[in-house]
Nanobody, 122 residues
Framework: QVQLVESGGGLVQAGGSLSLSCAAS????????MGWYRQAPGKQRELVAQMSNGGRTMYADSVEGRFTISRDNSKNTVYLQMNSLKPEDTAVYYCALDPFPLVATRSLSRPWGQGTQVTVSS
């Protein structure tokens, strides 16, 4: 089983920046994809960004150009640098890791981090 622990997040004004990190431990697959989802109140969880351990990235249209995903394979850690934050970025952000590309409909029964709150005030 994979364990995922997120850190970072918090409260920031619109236009500001925040950084998230997620450390994975346990039975980690190789190769793998690590990434971030977010869920706002009353909305479905959405895939924000992902990165393969080979460096391939994917971003949601809503964050392209503002968010940057990176990872340190030696530490099994993935990061999300969020710039030019908007109130609509407010959500709980969750980390995920799979041996295949992350999908929008990732099952809740798969390993997830505990989530970290990001709040952007207008």
């Amino acid at each position: 089983q994979v364990q995922l622990v997120e850190s970072g997040g918090g409260l920031v004004q619109a236009g500001g920046s925040l950084s998230l990190s997620c450390a994975a431990s346990g039975s980690i697959f190789r190769p793998n994809y690590m990434g971030w989802y977010r869920q706002a109140p009353g909305k479905q969880r959405e895939l924000v960004a992902q990165m393969s351990n080979g460096g391939r990235t994917m971003y949601a249209d809503s964050v392209e150009g503002r968010f940057t995903i990176s990872r340190d394979n030696s530490k099994n850690t993935v990061y999300l640098q969020m710039n030019s934050l908007k109130p609509e970025d407010t959500a709980v952000y969750y980390c995920a890791l799979d041996p295949f590309p992350l999908v929008a409909t990732r099952s809740l029964s798969r390993p997830w981090g505990q989530g970290t709150q990001v709040t952007v005030s207008s």
